[in-house]
């Protein structure tokens, strides 16, 4: 089978990893050209992984966590089929008729311990879309812990991020007089809260209370829009380099250099992903899971051997589309360890 965005690769080898699973998370995020026979097909495989998520999350042995990961949600709702819904008011249901959603409107995620977000969820980085995503993402208490790292949309968690329009400039002051303090400071307490489980992961980590795998997460991205941008080279390099040898699962809002990074409009530089992040994940932190977003056209699932001959899996866990729809169902793995204590992985799919 092919990786989702480029052509195979003497990199990528598929060869240690179960079968069905992968092939089907990859042909579903392949077919999502909008058409109505197209969603309806899309619709029904991901109803199928949902069914196969609540199957192996109900079913996992003793020792595993489940991780349930989505990115790139842009003030979207996303369920485990194609219903989105806004937590605002700009696209309401029904604006999207097509699309299913229970009677209350409320989407389901699949069942998991672990909720992983890899940044962008909002649109234009604003207070009230914090705010807004924030309700939604503290009601998601049947996982046990929640874990996000921001993205280049979530501006108003970026200290440095230069606000230029003048509503921007009276956000900033308005949440002043409010909150006393910055909209920094007061969008960072919307979300890490972890008395209640839910981590913001800046260039810091955490240990999952089920089976103690650690995680790290890192919001920096090569230059391009918006927040939490760094030029590429040194300065992005030794944002990777903090990553602990140790890390199981490495969350990032961008992609590494080849994996789940292609935009085939983008011909200077069609792999937009870090260079150096690809570099340190693959030759010395060698994670069991690389989660990432940001790269809309190339969500999905790949695999790489790494270095000293061990896989790590690539997941893109892009929410929307290129039109900002979020069609895209959760991607879930779930990690267990080996008789020799290594972290296995595997990715849940429909033909199981
Ligand atoms: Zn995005």
Redesign the pocket.
């Known amino acids: 089978m092919q990786p989702l965005n480029k052509p195979a690769d003497d990199d990528l080898d598929f060869s240690s990893l179960p079968p069905g699973p992968f092939a089907t998370v990859a042909e579903m995020h392949m077919s999502r050209t909008p058409s109505p026979a197209r969603e309806g097909d899309a619709e029904r495989r991901a109803q199928g992984l949902y069914a196969a998520a609540v199957r192996a999350y109900e079913t996992a042995p003793a020792g595993t966590c489940t991780f349930v990961c989505i990115s ?1 949600t ?1 003030c979207k709702r996303t369920c485990h089929h194609l219903a989105s819904t806004t937590f605002g008011s700009r696209l309401g249901r029904a604006e999207c008729p097509t699309r299913t959603v229970s009677a209350d409107g409320e989407l389901t995620l699949p069942p998991g311990d672990v909720l992983l977000h890899a940044g ?1 969820f909002c649109t234009h980085g604003t207070l009230a879309e914090l705010e807004s995503f924030a309700a939604w993402w503290h009601s998601q208490t049947a996982f046990c812990q929640r874990l996000l790292v921001p ?1 280049n ?1 979530d501006c108003a968690l970026d200290a440095q991020y230069e606000r230029e329009t003048t509503e921007e400039k009276e956000e900033l002051a308005s949440s002043e007089r409010l909150h006393g303090c910055g909209v920094h400071h007061h969008a960072l307490s919307l979300l890490h809260r972890p008395y209640i489980g839910s981590f913001l992961l800046f260039d810091s980590g955490v240990t999952t209370t089920v089976a103690g795998f650690t995680v790290w997460g890192s919001p920096w991205q090569p230059a391009f829009w918006g927040a939490f941008n760094l030029p590429r080279g040194p300065q992005l390099a030794a944002k990777w380099a903090a990553i602990p040898g140790d890390t199981h699962v490495v969350v990032t809002h961008t992609p590494p250099e080849g994996q789940g990074d292609y935009v085939p409009r983008s011909r200077a530089r069609p792999h937009v992903g870090c260079e150096a992040l690809a570099r340190e994940l693959l030759h010395r932190v060698q994670p069991a899971v690389s989660v990432f ?2 790269v ?1 056209e190339a969500a999905g699932v790949s695999v790489a051997r790494c270095g000293s001959g061990r896989t790590t899996v690539f997941v893109n866990a ?1 929410s ?1 589309d290129t039109h900002y729809d979020a069609v895209n169902p959760p991607i879930v793995f779930q990690l267990r360890r080996s008789a020799e204590g290594e972290a296995v992985v595997r990715v849940v799919g429909t033909d199981e």
Request: hydrophobic residues 10%; charged residues 20%; negative net charge.
């Open positions: 790139d842009h962008d993205g949309h977003g940001h809309h892009a929307c």
